[in-house]
């Protein structure tokens, strides 16, 4: 156990005790109190950050700072400030997460629970326990305790849950457990695999076979319930102790909710794809006629028009390019599907050639530097969804980086060890504060304070959606007046 400090003293003996019961429930454990200071760690969570001690008395918020990668302090102390709030305002069990930034070229994040315990401990607990963070380490195992303090803390944890002894026969089960199965405690008695069976033979057969399986994370069972309904279950133990005699720790939720709500995510996103396809075809066949009605009155009427009249025929053309631009980009968001398997090594170089010379006359028009590396290593993409990024992102910058100095838009791609990062970097006006997130949103409408352009359109959600589809991320990076750099990081296998 870490050591104390005088500003958030942890005393009360049976605290203690069933706090390091817990710790061999759920090896990542936090105590804290109702300011959310530390003020207890497990073995595990000390395992994670370099002298733990310095984070007794403190705010859970440094705790997690040290844990994490994310490079936008801005979105880190956001997410922050929202679990606190949550923490504050719902006195129930509350389940939060945070993005912890990017490990090993896999984007991370941090599950967690809040369970108060009210009238429990001096001064008054709560519990952070940690989930599904195999990303930070492995657990240290926790010390087996007496039955005693075991079976007191089931009534501490959050799910249903029970306790098997060697041979998998019911040794205590908790509230939620009863409550889940429609069934009264005491009757909880004998082999658990005889009574799950009732429900759902796999599950029954998957408990009935812990002494040899040893550990279940999370296995889905599709149960039959009292009333006859269906329901899904996820089950998932833990060994307390080691050896032929240890007894299992089993807890299950019911994850029926999550999965009717993808599936209905699913229908929804197949439906969106579908009237994006439809909408874009529509208001193709019309935006081509009125373009090429507007070049015909530009060619033929041209020498007697006036000046308005060309002004206006000229107005015409450039927004139905615009709109054109955008159902295009409409379109392409529309159908990005990313698998592994259509991946491959592409040469970057070749990619910056093509889109430095079809950018020309706009960049000579701007008067914009376009700075490209003389070598680059390959990337995992596909061609077309490279280019993609990166024209989106050379873009975004040209229509955006106003009057500065220097005009100069310059791109890297930088390697590291298990994915490689692209900038692209401009000197213009920079971004608004507290806009660094919300650029990626679709038609976002405050770009910058001197921005003088309006909504940026699809273009940063597009690369967004591209770098998630190869499981990455995107983030920006500005000083307003100083410039802006878009980063996109892709993974490298």
Same mark, same amino acid.
């Given at each position: 156990?870490?050591?104390?400090?005088?500003?958030?003293?942890?005393?009360?003996?049976?605290?203690?005790?069933?706090?390091?019961?817990?710790?061999?429930?759920?090896?990542?454990?936090?105590?804290?109190?109702?300011?959310?200071?530390?003020?207890?760690?497990?073995?595990?969570?000390?395992?994670?950050?370099?002298?733990?001690?310095?984070?007794?008395?403190?705010?859970?918020?440094?705790?997690?700072?040290?844990?994490?990668?994310?490079?936008?302090?801005?979105?880190?102390?956001?997410?922050?400030?929202?679990?606190?709030?949550?923490?504050?305002?719902?006195?129930?069990?509350?389940?939060?997460?945070?993005?912890?930034?990017?490990?090993?070229?896999?984007?991370?994040?941090?599950?967690?629970?809040?369970?108060?315990?009210?009238?429990?401990?001096?001064?008054?607990?709560?519990?952070?326990?940690?989930?599904?963070?195999?990303?930070?380490?492995?657990?240290?195992?926790?010390?087996?305790?007496?039955?005693?303090?075991?079976?007191?803390?089931?009534?501490?944890?959050?799910?249903?849950?029970?306790?098997?002894?060697?041979?998998?026969?019911?040794?205590?089960?908790?509230?939620?457990?009863?409550?889940?199965?429609?069934?009264?405690?005491?009757?909880?008695?004998?082999?658990?695999?005889?009574?799950?069976?009732?429900?759902?033979?796999?599950?029954?057969?998957?408990?009935?076979?812990?002494?040899?399986?040893?550990?279940?994370?999370?296995?889905?069972?599709?149960?039959?319930?009292?009333?006859?309904?269906?329901?899904?279950?996820?089950?998932?133990?833990?060994?307390?102790?080691?050896?032929?005699?240890?007894?299992?720790?089993?807890?299950?939720?019911?994850?029926?909710?999550?999965?009717?709500?993808?599936?209905?995510?699913?229908?929804?996103?197949?439906?969106?794809?579908?009237?994006?396809?439809?909408?874009?075809?529509?208001?193709?066949?019309?935006?081509?006629?009125?373009?090429?009605?507007?070049?015909?009155?530009?060619? $033929?009427? &041209?020498? *007697? !028009?006036? =000046?308005?009249?060309?002004?206006? @025929?000229? +107005?015409?053309?450039?927004?139905?390019?615009?709109?054109?631009?955008?159902?295009?980009?409409?379109?392409?968001?529309?159908?990005?599907?990313?698998?592994?398997?259509?991946?491959?090594?592409? $040469?970057? &170089?070749? *990619? !910056?050639? =093509?889109?430095?010379?079809?950018? @020309?006359? +706009?960049?000579?028009?701007?008067?914009?530097?376009?700075?490209?590396?003389?070598?680059?290593?390959?990337?995992?993409?596909?061609?077309?969804?490279?280019?993609?990024?990166?024209?989106?992102?050379?873009?975004?910058?040209?229509?955006?980086?106003?009057?500065?100095?220097?005009?100069?838009?310059?791109?890297?791609?930088?390697?590291?060890?298990?994915?490689?990062?692209?900038?692209?970097?401009?000197?213009?006006?920079?971004?608004?504060?507290?806009?660094?997130?919300?650029?990626?949103?679709?038609?976002?409408?405050?770009?910058?304070?001197?921005?003088?352009?309006?909504?940026?359109?699809?273009?940063?959600?597009?690369?967004?959606?591209?770098?998630?589809?190869?499981?990455?991320?995107?983030?920006?990076?500005?000083?307003?007046?100083?410039?802006?750099?878009?980063?996109?990081?892709?993974?490298?296998?």
């Amino acid at each position: 156990m870490i050591p104390i400090s005088p500003q958030a003293q942890l005393e009360d003996p049976e605290a203690l005790a069933l706090l390091e019961t817990l710790e061999s429930l759920h090896p990542l454990t936090l105590a804290i109190d109702d300011a959310m200071r530390v003020l207890w760690m497990s073995q595990a969570c000390q395992a994670l950050c370099v002298n733990a001690g310095e984070y007794s008395g403190k705010s859970i918020r440094a705790f997690f700072g040290a844990l994490s990668d994310e490079p936008s302090l801005e979105f880190f102390d956001r997410q922050m400030s929202q679990i606190t709030r949550q923490f504050e305002t719902q006195k129930g069990p509350t389940e939060a997460s945070l993005d912890l930034g990017t490990r090993d070229g896999t984007p991370s994040r941090l599950n967690m629970k809040f369970l108060r315990i009210p009238n429990f401990g001096k001064p008054p607990l709560s519990l952070c326990i940690l989930a599904s963070v195999d990303s930070l380490g492995k657990s240290a195992p926790g010390n087996r305790k007496g039955d005693q303090n075991s079976l007191a803390m089931l009534d501490l944890f959050p799910e249903a849950a029970f306790i098997l002894d060697p041979h998998g026969s019911f040794l205590s089960v908790n509230k939620a457990a009863s409550a889940l199965f429609q069934i009264e405690e005491e009757k909880f008695r004998g082999p658990a695999a005889r009574l799950l069976g009732s429900y759902s033979e796999e599950m029954a057969e998957w408990v009935d076979g812990l002494p040899e399986v040893g550990e279940v994370r999370e296995q889905e069972f599709r149960i039959t319930q009292p009333d006859g309904s269906m329901a899904w279950m996820s089950l998932s133990t833990r060994r307390l102790g080691e050896g032929e005699d240890a007894n299992h720790l089993v807890w299950i939720q019911n994850v029926g909710a999550h999965i009717l709500r993808a599936r209905k995510l699913e229908l929804e996103n197949s439906r969106l794809e579908n009237f994006i396809h439809s909408v874009t075809h529509d208001l193709r066949s019309p935006l081509a006629s009125m373009l090429g009605f507007t070049q015909l009155l530009r060619r $033929d009427y &041209d020498q *007697i !028009l006036s =000046d308005t009249g060309r002004q206006f @025929t000229h +107005r015409i053309e450039q927004n139905a390019r615009r709109m054109e631009s955008l159902i295009e980009n409409l379109f392409d968001l529309a159908r990005i599907d990313f698998e592994s398997g259509h991946r491959t090594l592409i $040469d970057c &170089d070749s *990619i !910056l050639q =093509d889109l430095k010379k079809e950018l @020309t006359y +706009r960049l000579s028009e701007q008067d914009v530097e376009l700075q490209i590396p003389d070598v680059s290593s390959p990337v995992f993409s596909s061609r077309s969804y490279l280019y993609q990024i990166f024209s989106n992102l050379v873009i975004n910058s040209l229509e955006h980086m106003g009057d500065c100095s220097p005009r100069r838009i310059e791109i890297t791609v930088d390697d590291e060890p298990s994915y490689q990062i692209i900038s692209v970097r401009d000197y213009g006006q920079g971004l608004a504060v507290g806009s660094s997130e919300k650029v990626f949103e679709a038609f976002y409408s405050r770009f910058s304070a001197a921005d003088k352009k309006g909504a940026r359109g699809l273009g940063l959600t597009i690369v967004k959606n591209l770098a998630e589809a190869h499981g990455g991320r995107t983030w920006a990076e500005s000083d307003l007046e100083h410039g802006c750099c878009i980063r996109v990081m892709l993974p490298s296998g």
